[in-house]
């Protein structure tokens, strides 16, 4: 099983660390933190951080500074490259006949392979992409850059910090490389600043303009801002040369070699920083702004592809002989269609395949919907009363054991305070996304926690395996559709109704998104043949509007309450069906898609 070299601690990047000591770290929690990992590494087989005890308080002290990272690797050169861990796990693949990889890693490694012309990946005939739904997203994480004013301030402090006078440069660099540490910093903040203050007011005309409401936190950028970089990015060049000299002191390589890894790093920045300050029609540019009380607003540059599927085009899809891409969500409604999930990940010639599904919904499932629970748009204390008495009325179905699933960590802390008194008095344990525990940690203590019941946001509707009664009731708040004024939708949105023509972009685009979203948080119910629970939708739309059948057609058949009357509903999705297939337009490649109509 292979994962990316973040998720490795590099020995050599260790023991640098180890002798540079206390000119490197900033105080005795550091240095703390820094002998713990020592310790581990020399009994670890794996090398993996998050088999590191006490990994999540450790990583975010000192994980920059210790972890297997492309842009400080010294490959053969480097004098612990037989006993490093990653490379180990790499040389294991070259012999490997099955590699079992996640999206983001096996993208990672064929834009090496396309960027540097050099081998990354091991030759491989059959690629088979499962959950491929997810594969438009992870490309776009993947496959765009991110530069944040929080990492921009580590790693200036990380160079040098003027509070403890300790740093990678400390006792290496002239008095004017550490001027030229503190200007840069002062400069970026002024530029950070800059930003937020425009994505404010961008934000607030948006809501006015609209009279809706908007992801005030999230603010596109279409065209050249009215903010000037130039400062900062020829800082951050002036630095890397800097960084470049200082580097010439040390006496040993491995210091040297993090020296000018650290000025690679300089100018890595400044060319992020320079690409997102000219907007192209090839990429979606925004600004991401995330409140934070005691250390200030976390700004963030994001750049992503419009088109990703252009780009695993290039990538992914010609490269072995054949690429299968399976879930069970590709396809929207009943017709077998998987042209929307095609168009978006730039499937144009391949062939399909469409399989029916092993569960019998009719006799383990039960769906309840709501025509006369209030309108989710309306998110007055009307609605918040109604829909959380409903709440508790399916909670108190099944004893807890129940996931409610929220489109915005907004509601789900509207809805969590509303509740909250009411489960701690019926001894409910409420676990809330978002809160001190992660979300690997939250899913193991409700699944070995009675009564429990949880709140989620995007990360609980999909990927959640909750088999058996500990998951007996899957409420879903309100219909999963995307924010509207969101960047990255929005840009996608445009360039589909480019494509196919202005008002087609709901039932072509936003519609089918919503149905894939719906249909998997469906699916974190019924995991096995013998689990029997409840799904809950509590939007009224679903009933209410001409494009609810849509939705309702693409959910397994089971028994269907409305307003709490057991109701006759028909549906075309077939369970156990023969399989279906069709052929594409040919391409320059072939590539089979399967479904299934539930997970």
């Known amino acids: 099983q292979a994962v990316g070299r973040g998720n490795y601690v590099s020995l050599r990047r260790l023991y640098v660390a180890l002798k540079a000591g206390q000119k490197l770290f900033n105080n005795d929690d550091e240095s703390q933190a820094l002998q713990a990992v020592a310790k581990w590494a020399a009994t670890t087989d794996t090398g993996l951080l998050e088999e590191l005890p006490s990994s999540k308080q450790i990583l975010p002290l000192i994980g920059d500074r210790i972890q297997s990272d492309s842009s400080h690797c010294m490959y053969e050169r480097c004098p612990n490259y037989q006993q490093c861990h990653y490379q180990r796990m790499k040389r294991e693949m070259e012999s490997a006949n099955v590699i079992v990889i996640n999206h983001a890693y096996l993208l990672t490694l064929l834009a090496i392979e396309a960027e540097f012309n050099r081998k990354a990946m091991p030759p491989f005939d059959v690629l088979i992409i499962d959950e491929a739904h997810r594969l438009e997203d992870v490309a776009t994480e993947t496959l765009g850059l991110r530069v944040s004013n929080y990492g921009l301030e580590r790693f200036l402090e ?58 005030a936190r ?60 000219h907007p192209s029609s090839e990429n979606v540019h925004w600004i991401s702004l995330e409140a934070h009380q005691k250390k200030g607003d976390r700004i963030e540059l994001r750049v992503a592809p419009v088109d990703t599927g252009e780009q695993l085009q290039r990538l992914l899809y010609f490269q072995p002989k054949s690429v299968i891409l399976t879930s069970a969500t590709l396809t929207t409604g009943n017709s077998k269609d998987f042209s929307f999930f095609q168009e978006c990940l730039g499937l144009e010639g391949c062939e399909t395949l469409h399989l029916g599904s092993p569960f019998h919904f009719d006799q383990q499932a039960e769906l309840h919907l709501y025509r006369n629970l209030p309108d989710p748009r309306s998110r007055n204390d009307a609605y918040i009363r109604q829909v959380s008495e409903e709440i508790i009325k399916l909670i108190q179905k099944t004893g807890g054991h129940a996931f409610v699933l929220f489109t915005s960590v907004a509601d789900m802390k509207r809805f969590a305070e509303a509740l909250r008194p009411w489960l701690q008095e019926h ?30 946001v995007a990360s609980f509707w ?43 972009g709901f039932y072509g685009y936003s519609l089918p998104r919503a149905i894939l979203r719906l249909r998997q948080g469906f699916g974190r119910l019924i995991r096995t043949k013998t689990d029997r629970g409840i799904v809950a939708i509590l939007d009224p739309r679903i009933l209410t509007t001409n494009y609810g059948h849509l939705i309702l057609e693409s959910l397994p058949p089971c028994r269907t309450y409305i307003d709490g009357e057991l109701q006759h509903r028909t549906s075309h999705v077939a369970r156990d069906e023969p399989a279906t297939g069709r052929k594409g337009r040919k391409g320059r490649g072939k590539c089979l898609t399967g479904g299934t109509d539930a997970q």
């Not at 596109?220 to 060049?237: C, E, G, K, N």
């Not at 010439?248 to 390589?253: E, G, I, K, Y």
């Not at 996304?433 to 203590?445: C, G, I, P, V, Y």
Request: charged residues 30%; aromatic residues 8%.
């Open 158 to 215: 990380r160079l040098y910090s003027f509070r403890k006078r300790r740093g990678l440069l400390a006792g290496y660099a002239d008095t004017e490389t550490l001027e030229l540490i503190a200007n840069t910093r002062e400069v970026a903040r002024e530029f950070y600043e800059d930003l937020k203050n425009w994505s404010l007011q961008k934000a607030a005309e948006k809501i006015n303009g609209n009279n809706n409401e908007a992801p």
């Open 218 to 277: 999230s603010v596109r950028v279409t065209r050249q801002l009215p903010i000037d970089a130039s400062s900062l990015i020829a800082h951050l060049r002036e630095l890397k040369k800097a960084i470049r000299r200082a580097g010439d002191n040390p006496q040993t390589r491995e210091h040297r070699f993090e020296i000018t890894s650290a000025g690679k790093r300089c100018n890595m920045i400044a060319d992020a920083i320079e690409q997102f300050m």
């Open 427 to 456: 001894k409910h344990e409420l676990f809330e996304q978002h809160s001190q525990l992660d979300r690997n940690e939250m899913l193991e203590r409700f699944k070995k926690t009675p009564r429990s019941v949880l709140f989620g």
């Open 462 to 504: 999909d990927g959640v395996d909750v088999p058996g009664k500990a998951l007996s009731n899957v409420i879903i708040v309100k219909l999963p559709f995307d924010v509207p004024g969101e960047p990255l939708f929005e840009a996608r949105l445009e360039a589909y109704e480019r494509k196919h023509g202005r008002n087609r």
